[in-house]
């Protein structure tokens, strides 16, 4: 046998937003709809061929896709949105009248990471981000015992990795999905609010990603700090990967109310790029 195997029962994380449940719900997690959603370039066959999953490397990918999502969003609505920030700025924890934002909202996607147990082996290819994976058929001969290796190394060391599977995950294979804290209008009114905190919280391990793709920090050492300081290593909220716990997610308060989701999308991406910036690291 010369690839390498993630045994059936294994646990793996992929990071995605909001707007991607339903769908994924749906069709589970297919290569070419994932790349189209993500808004990247394929580089490689693992790229087109595989889904990425990982550990920390999932809030990564979560952290990036909602990034894109949002930048996209205030662009093409940029009025809308700036003037939504204006009233954010100059009325502090009140919600803005603006009926305009029920149509802006509902494309506003939060980062979430999805958990999934394999229900079959299944095989990994290398994340060529840490390590040089395969590349595209070459004349010479590719040695399959070292591309073996190079993805066992990518995934004990980097927790990060392409399943090369036909059709994809199916969406029977995720178990929950975890979100950060959302918080309200009331929340916000005080720095030191609890739940604002922890929204920070929750921004810090997307950052924790970033710092493992953009420094190479290995990711066992972040979540080995974060789970010391703060005793967990996901998101603080989670819920079921099913149709009920997502019409119970999608009609929380601040997912429901268009002016408070997009509040919520307002926070994380100001403590992201807040807390980024600290590390050096670019968003643009």
């Known amino acids: 046998m010369t690839d390498f195997i993630l045994p059936a029962g294994s646990l793996v994380k992929y990071g995605s937003v909001t707007t991607r449940l339903y769908p994924i719900l749906r069709n589970g997690l297919r290569p070419e709809a994932e790349l189209a959603a993500s808004g990247h370039q394929a580089e490689g066959p693992a790229v087109r061929q595989g889904i990425y999953v990982g550990e920390l490397m999932s809030y990564y990918s979560a952290c990036v896709g909602f990034c894109n999502a949002t930048s996209a969003l205030h662009h093409d609505h940029a009025a809308v949105m700036d003037t939504f920030v204006q009233a954010l700025q100059s009325a502090h924890g009140q919600k803005p009248a603006m009926p305009e934002l029920e149509a802006v909202a509902a494309l506003a996607g939060l980062p979430v990471v999805l958990e999934i147990e394999l229900a079959e082996p299944c095989v990994l290819w290398a ?9 595209a058929a070459q004349p010479v001969q590719i040695d399959d015992a070292l591309l073996r290796a190079k993805a066992e190394r990518s995934w004990t060391t980097w927790r990060s990795a392409a399943i090369v599977r036909e059709g994809g995950i199916p969406s029977a294979w995720i178990k929950k999905f975890h979100f950060p804290r959302l918080v309200d209008y009331r929340d916000v009114s005080s720095a030191k609010n609890p739940r ?28 080995a700090a974060f789970r010391r300081q703060y005793g967990r290593s996901d998101f603080s909220q989670s819920a079921g990967f099913d ?5 119970r ?8 109310d268009p002016a408070t989701r997009l509040l919520n999308q307002m926070t994380l991406w100001q403590d992201i790029n807040a807390l980024a910036k600290k590390q050096e690291i670019p968003l643009a």
């Open 127 to 135: 994340d060529e981000n840490f390590i040089e994976g395969r590349k």
């Open 249 to 256: 997610f999608f009609n929380l308060s601040a997912m429901l």
């Open 243 to 247: 149709e009920t716990s997502l019409e």
């Open 196 to 223: 604002v905190r922890e929204q920070t919280t929750d921004c810090a391990l997307m950052v924790g990603g970033l710092m493992q793709s953009w420094h190479k920090d290995a990711p066992a050492e972040l979540l």
